[in-house]
């Protein structure tokens, strides 16, 4: 890759990132708004009004760039910034090839890892909702593109008990892991293979 080429793969890369980043984000704090503890319309109300807040912050954010057009520089200087710090390494470091994991490695350390990131997220509380678990690992890209049914499936394969009701506080009750049911797991080799993570 010539030199001029490289740098603006860089860019390229990490405007990319930044903004599956930024949509990560922003998903994972619309659908914070849907209350648990409702149903039909009324459970959505909170995701709309978040919808709608950050709509209305965009329409401002552009009627200010309209009245201040010299503020698209900055905020070019700025996503350029952010787009080069996000694509650090995607293009100067070369790929390593793929590391084959040992056919003997332990089936449990993935298992382990996640319960162990589980535990984190129930912290002192009684427990944790999968909808949460799933956005905190989207935020940190982990498990894209797995929906909650789907990630519930991996969880049961491994063995990790989940609830069809968990209350958190402060969160209502749906879909979660109860922390007495992590305190209660003896076997520690799950069934599935660390592949099925994927």
């Known amino acids: 890759m010539s030199r001029l080429a490289r740098p603006a793969a860089r860019?390229?890369?990490g405007s990319a990132?930044?903004?599956r980043g930024l949509g990560r984000r922003v998903t994972a704090w619309i659908a914070r708004g849907r209350r648990h503890d409702l149903t039909g319309w009324r459970a959505a109300l909170g995701c709309w009004v978040r919808f709608a807040v950050l709509v209305f912050g965009l329409y401002l954010l552009w009627r200010v760039?309209?009245?201040?057009?010299?503020l698209m520089w900055l905020l070019s200087g700025v996503w350029t910034v952010a787009a080069w710090r996000a694509g650090r390494g995607a293009v100067d470091e070369p790929e390593e090839p793929p590391v084959e994991e040992?056919?003997?490695a332990p089936r449990g350390d993935v298992r382990a890892a996640t319960l162990e990131w589980i535990w984190q997220q129930?912290?002192?509380r009684q427990g944790v909702h999968l909808r949460d678990l799933l956005a905190h690992a989207?935020?940190?890209g982990m498990f894209e593109g797995l929906?909650?049914?789907?990630?519930?499936g991996h969880l049961e394969r491994w063995g990790i008990p989940v609830r069809a009701r968990v209350r958190v506080r402060g969160q209502g009750v749906t879909v979660g892991i109860h922390r007495d049911d992590l305190q209660a797991l003896a076997d520690p080799s799950p069934e599935a293979t660390p592949a099925e993570a994927a």
Do not use: Q, S, Y
């Open 102 to 104: 040992p056919a003997d």
């Open 65 to 70: 760039v309209r009245a201040l057009p010299a």
């Open 122 to 124: 129930i912290g002192d």
């Open 17 to 19: 990132a930044v903004a």
């Open 147 to 152: 929906e909650v049914a789907e990630f519930r």
């Open 138 to 140: 989207h935020v940190h």
């Open 11 to 13: 860019l390229a890369a």
